[in-house]
């Protein structure tokens, strides 16, 4: 056996590599500038009770049972809130949003049903209605969490970027916990 001397690649092969290795670069470069320029919005999960907070191996079983139990008290949001946390968790926002908007009619001063349709419409990207459901939140009832994500629909989203940057000022005024004000004090330092 002979050492054969490497055969050199031609110089298209080079400019091919290269130009592959080029499309690369500018897909992890305009990856890193879409994610930093859009946030997702934060989730605040609340666990209701100990039941609901224990994992179920057949989440549709669950949801069934939910459903029967639904039949003879149509208008339990703490059912219907419960059902829609599994379809929000199942990444089912459509369906999330029907119980959410049920419960909505059953009990129209509930903030945190107001918040968990922000949240479907944003998964929805229904990036208007989300905003308004984070803002019939909040005229509801104060939460830092609903103003951040408001925030960053109207800075990132809805193109309004001082709205935005007015409320994570308020969030920073608030007593909202470090991490959030962190998230918010993030937000300003980016203007």
Do not use: C, W
Not at 7 to 15: E, Y
Not at 156 to 180: C, H, M, R, T
């Amino acid at each position: 056996m002979t050492n054969a001397p490497m055969k050199q690649p031609t110089s298209v092969a080079k400019i091919f590599i290269a130009a592959i290795l080029l499309g690369f670069a500018i897909m992890l470069v305009t990856s890193g500038v879409y994610r930093t320029k859009h946030p997702n919005l934060t989730k605040f999960v609340q666990v209701r009770n100990d039941k609901a907070a224990e994992a179920t191996p057949d989440n549709s079983a669950h949801i069934a049972d939910l459903m029967g139990k639904l039949k003879s008290d149509a208008n339990n949001v703490k059912l219907i809130e419960e059902i829609a946390q599994h379809f929000m968790e199942d990444k089912e926002y459509s369906q999330a949003r029907k119980f959410i908007q049920r419960g909505i009619v059953a009990q129209p001063n509930n903030a945190h049903l107001f918040y968990m349709l922000g949240m479907a419409n944003f998964k929805l990207e229904s990036y208007t209605k989300a905003a308004k459901a984070f803002e019939t939140s909040l005229t509801l009832a104060e939460d830092p969490s609903a103003r951040y994500n408001l925030g960053v629909l109207l800075k990132y989203y809805l193109d309004k970027p001082v709205e935005g940057i007015e409320q994570f000022q308020k969030i920073i005024e608030s007593s909202a916990n470090k991490d959030l004000k962190a998230a918010a004090q993030k937000e300003l330092d980016d203007k």
